[in-house]
């Protein structure tokens, strides 16, 4: 997004960047805009609770919504249920993850569902994990979306790409987590922005085209 990268072993990933850099998303480019429907901290329901993120920009429009119209995506990359995952029920979330992949696609955006990290602190938590974790594969099976199995990537880095609070993804010590080095690649934040990056580039080569 603001061209602080390194691809090394990855530069056939340049293409995608480029293409996704080329047209502003409201505020930036797709990969540097502040997104109107991602705060820390949210559930899935908060996507879909009208004026509940910037009601000076989306008024009464829920804020999933509200992003769709001003940036226009043609992707959208949707990493949601680790907050989730804390509490609740699982039935729930799949409602939830349902309606926004409903509105996704009427809106003419095709959702790619990312499956949630681990959790290292607590057996029950990982255990909750990975119920959400069946719920979205099992949601972008019956859509027939695409599905990014950032859990999967996680699970053999060191610490399983977790940081030490058991929690967030790991940072590179550098804090370079796009900077795609073996040594940066141990970390999960840095696997993420890899991974999201390849899903694009499958996207671009197989359905935009």
């Given at each position: 997004g603001f061209g602080q990268y390194e691809l090394?072993?990855?530069?056939?990933?340049?293409?995608v960047i480029s293409f996704f850099s080329q047209e502003n998303a409201r505020a930036g480019n797709s990969f540097a805009n502040q997104s109107l429907a991602a705060l820390s901290g949210w559930t899935a329901d908060k996507l879909l609770t009208p004026g509940f993120a910037y009601p000076e920009i989306c008024g009464t429009d829920i804020p999933l919504v509200c992003e769709y119209k001003h940036t226009r995506p043609s992707i959208a990359l949707?990493?949601?249920g680790s907050n989730d995952s804390g509490s609740g029920s699982p039935e729930v979330f799949a409602d939830h993850l349902r309606q926004i992949v409903e509105i996704s696609l009427e809106m003419g955006v095709i959702p790619v569902l990312s499956t949630i990290p681990p959790k290292n602190f607590d057996e029950n938590q990982e255990q909750r994990v990975q119920a959400w974790n069946n719920v979205i594969r099992a949601i972008a099976a019956q859509y027939e979306v695409p599905l990014w199995d950032y859990y999967a990537n996680m699970v053999n880095l060191p610490n399983r790409g977790i940081s030490s609070d058991g929690l967030h993804p790991s940072v590179p010590p550098d804090g370079a987590a796009a900077r795609f080095?073996?040594?940066n690649l141990q970390y999960g934040y840095t696997v993420r922005n890899l991974n999201a990056l390849q899903v694009l580039d499958a996207l671009l080569r197989t359905v935009m085209y």
């Open positions: 090394g072993a990855y530069g056939n990933l340049a293409n949707i990493l949601i080095t073996p040594e």
